[in-house]
Nanobody
């Protein structure tokens, strides 16, 4: 199984930047979709961005032009610029073999989640 550990969360003022990282341990085979979700208090979890091993990406409309997802070997990152108070949430990374990158890695196999990292913008 793949284990995921997020880091890089914190507090920042509106307009600031943060970079989240997600380290994957275990064997990340080919055809793995990697992605980020977030959940704010009293709100449902939502997909933020995802990337397949062929480089294809998907972004939520609310973060397009501000967030950038990248992957390198077993490291997933989310560069977040021009942060807004609405971006405040717990952020989780996900790994899913054959997950649908257009649907933030849903529908795949061997799905794994990280423990989450808090992002606060105020």
């Amino acid at each position: 199984d793949v284990q995921l550990v997020e880091s890089g969360g914190g507090s920042v003022q509106p307009g600031g930047s943060l970079r989240l990282s997600c380290a994957a341990t275990g064997y990340v085979a080919s055809r793995y979709c990697l992605g980020w979700y977030r959940q704010a208090p009293e709100k449902e979890r939502e997909g933020v961005a995802s990337i397949y091993d062929d480089g294809k990406t998907t972004y939520a409309d609310s973060v397009k032009g501000r967030f950038t997802i990248t992957r390198n070997a077993n490291m997933l990152t989310l560069q977040m610029d021009n942060l807004e108070p609405e971006d405040t949430a717990m952020y989780y990374c996900v790994a899913s073999r054959f997950g649908d990158v257009r649907q933030y890695c849903s529908g795949g196999y061997h799905e794994s989640w990280g423990q989450g990292t808090q992002v606060t913008v105020s």
